[in-house]
């Protein structure tokens, strides 16, 4: 492949070590360092790719990585200035005649508006006057992490925050494509491709502290404003939409006289609460706690409404930002900002960088990139002070030592976060080198103990107390739950095992380094959240318990088929209907699922809705219990049309032939249901690393192979 710059990018200087890339005519603008300029410099003349990514090591001497990596980078590089159309394969009269011909079915319609469209395909970043932040350098461009696309709707509050955006993904192995837009441009949505939307602080919360609100409820106009954006966006997209709640004021214009529901504060709190009750009336809308975020670090340093006005809400910062035509309005006269900047410590976009995290904090929730499924727990030193066969208790606390909250509190605020986990669906293992006999005759609370609040044995899936390695350890009890490794967090207060399970499993989590901040990071960490729980996540530990029992059946039983038949396995199918709560346990299937899932595609809860509500197709659920207990929901088939688009089944259910009755279920209910002289139903097979178990599922239910992957079967 040969590339060469394109001949509408221009390289504008407007800085030290800081370029701006500009295509003149899709209006791309894009903040560069050196790096990328020399790349760029180098690109005039025609290159062959990958042939002379290694000449172009050259021209990067500082760079650590080493000259096999930086090669691997620069090649990742050019290719994403390739689909930035900042590179292009084809010559400059090639490239002029597409954005011609692109253009010409449509020349008899208003060139301007024609020209507009073009650009709005093709944007990305905020306004041009909020455009803020650093420049892009090779390592930005080069990210092999998962690649998400996000609207941003709103004024200058989130569309700042662009880059900070870009940044704090990258870092946490994201390549985020970002396009802003104002609240009004629904069309926009709708023409760009996207993973989720934000939508910033409304307008209309001017209208919050309107002196004619309704007294009662002075959230009305607002909530009324946000009911209609969101539902149209709701008509628009099957995205996830993520709205930000207003932040509370740090001042009010009367004070301590500010009473009531009436009161300035008030006002913002009630609108917060009824926004949070209206995005739990709609599929897929969520809220961001900004009021939460900019309280947690201080308010004061994050708004303005100490300086400029009562519901501006912006950075403090801005002003440090402001272009000097601005001082105009002041006859040039201002006072020294140096104040403010050292209130600030220096940074101006504190705000951006604070919120940046919050809002990515959110999207890793909802997509569920790098979610952790199991908790793994030191004892001794970290469940509970000392060790326990020298203390001869877990605790030695008595109301009559302290409160609840005073030096105990650190280590009942530990176990009572690890049983919110618990609830919210992750399961706890412990592996501890130990005497498991002593433990388990030790490991007791006296009956004045907040027990509700405390860990017991049975809160533990599994454990491995003895005194074996704890990285090997790990190893048997990802083997024994069938979980990969990334899934795992491990918390021990040793530094040696910390290090040693850092060293041999790169690929653990490892915490407890600081354990005055370990109970807010598990409840916070946005991998250890799920944005809904549903009854299956909050009876997985029970689950994952009844499948280890199963296991142990299995070891002792030679026969596969008596060891089946022993289950007493029950399965019940079901056509899930556009109302039924089940349908985000079936999102979270297609979201986590990774062996038993035929072409890894994803379905949103508003997608399944939509499907489960047209006529000509079905989303069927799958539940199966046996003598051990109830696996729940663990399989589902999304059926449009004639074809499958999707079918999963959980790993938890695997071994038990039940996809095969499953299947034969879901081609008995179509064939009474679809039309034609010879229906047929096809489904694809799109091989991953993981869903090796699935790649004889239709072979081996009577479906024949056709081209690309495609399987039919006549009904």
């Known amino acids: 492949m ?170 946490r192995g994201i390549d985020l494509r970002v396009s802003a837009t104002f609240p009004d441009d629904i069309r926009f949505v709708g023409e760009r491709k996207h993973d989720a939307v934000f939508i910033g602080a409304l307008r209309a919360r001017h209208l919050v502290a309107d002196d004619l609100a309704d007294g009662l409820n002075p959230h009305a106009a607002f909530i009324a404003f946000a009911t209609q954006l969101l539902t149209q966006l709701r008509e628009m997209t099957s995205a996830p939409i993520l709205i930000d709640n207003l ?58 409404d100490g300086q400029v006005g009562f519901t501006h809400f912006g950075s403090p910062g801005w002003m440090l930002q402001r272009p000097e035509s601005e001082k105009a309005a002041v ?48 004892l001794d030193g970290t469940l509970w ?73 049975d809160d533990f899936v599994t454990w491995r107390i003895n005194w074996n390695d704890k990285v090997g350890n790990i190893r048997e009890i990802a083997a024994e739950l069938g ?20 060293q041999r499993l790169p690929e653990v989590e490892v915490w407890g380094e600081d354990p005055f901040g370990l109970r807010r990071r598990l409840l916070n960490d946005p991998r250890l959240q799920l944005p809904v729980i549903t009854e299956e996540a909050a009876a997985r530990s029970t689950l994952v318990k009844a499948q280890i029992e199963r296991q142990h059946l299995r070891a002792e039983t030679l026969d596969d088929a008596r060891y089946i038949e022993s289950l007493g396995i029950q399965c019940r199918i079901e056509c899930l209907t556009p109302s039924s709560a089940r349908l985000q346990r079936v999102e979270e299937l297609f979201q986590r699922t990774t062996q038993f899932n035929t072409n890894g595609r994803k379905f949103s809860a508003t997608e399944l809705a939509a499907l489960a509500g047209n006529p000509d197709a079905r989303v069927f659920a799958l539940d199966v219990s046996d003598r051990f207990g109830h696996h729940g929901l663990v399989g589902s088939a999304v059926v449009a049309g004639s074809e499958i688009q999707g079918l999963v089944i959980s790993c938890r259910a695997l071994g038990m032939g039940i996809e095969h009755s499953f299947l034969r279920h879901v081609l008995d209910t179509m064939r009474g249901t679809m039309k034609g002289t ?34 039919e079967c006549r009904l």
């Open 2 to 171: 040969i590339l060469r710059r394109s001949r509408f990018v221009h390289l504008l200087p407007v800085g030290d070590d800081r370029s701006l890339i500009v295509h003149a005519i899709s209006h791309m603008r894009l903040p560069a360092n050196g790096e990328i300029c020399a790349l760029l410099e180098h690109f005039t003349e025609p290159r062959r790719i990958p042939e002379d990514c290694e000449a172009m090591t050259a021209l990067f001497p500082q760079a650590r990585d080493t000259r096999t990596d930086l090669r691997e980078v620069i090649e990742r590089t050019v290719l994403d200035l390739r689909e930035r159309q900042i590179l292009t394969d084809q010559t400059p009269e090639q490239e002029l005649a597409s954005v011609g011909a692109e253009l010409a079915p449509t020349h008899g319609r208003d060139p301007a508006e024609i020209l507009e469209r073009y650009r709005r395909d093709r944007q990305q970043g905020p306004a041009s006057y909020w455009a803020v932040g650093a420049s892009y350098g090779i390592d930005d461009f080069a990210a092999t992490g998962e690649s998400l696309d996000v609207i941003l709707m709103g004024d200058c509050d989130i569309q700042m925050e662009a880059d900070f955006l870009r940044r704090e993904a990258a870092r």
């Open 483 to 502: 979980f990969a490794l990334d899934a795992f967090l491990f918390i021990d207060d040793n530094p040696v095992e910390r290090d040693r399970v850092r």
């Open 385 to 457: 002070p000392g060790v326990l066969a020298e203390t001869g208790s877990p605790f030695a606390w008595s109301p009559e030592v302290s409160g609840a909250f005073s030096f105990i509190g650190l280590y009942f605020g530990l176990h009572e976060a690890l049983l919110a986990l618990k609830k919210r669906g992750i399961v706890l293992v412990c592996v501890s080198k130990n005497d498991e006999a002593t433990v388990r005759e030790l490991w007791k609370y006296p009956d004045h103990y907040p027990v509700q609040r405390l860990l017991t044995p």
């Open 678 to 711: 010879s229906p047929a139903l096809r489904g694809h097979i799109i091989p991953t690393a993981r869903n090796i178990p699935v790649r004889n599922l239709y072979c081996d239910n009577g479906f024949e192979e056709g081209e690309g992957g495609v399987w």
């Open 331 to 378: 006859h040039g006269i201002f006072p020294d900002v140096a104040p403010l900047a050292h209130r600030l410590d220096g940074d101006p976009y504190g705000r951006e960088a604070l919120m940046a995290a919050r809002h990515v904090d959110a999207l890793v929730t909802l997509t569920g990139s790098g979610r952790k499924k199991c908790v793994i727990l030191d």
């Open 247 to 304: 932040p509370e004021p740090t001042v009010q214009p009367m004070g301590l006289a500010e009473r009531g529901i009436a009161g300035h504060r008030t006002r913002f709190r009630l609108t917060n609460v009824a926004l949070a009750e209206l995005a739990n009336s709609l599929p897929g809308v969520y809220v961001v706690d900004v009021a939460a975020a900019l309280a947690a670090v201080g308010s004061e340093r994050m708004l303005d």
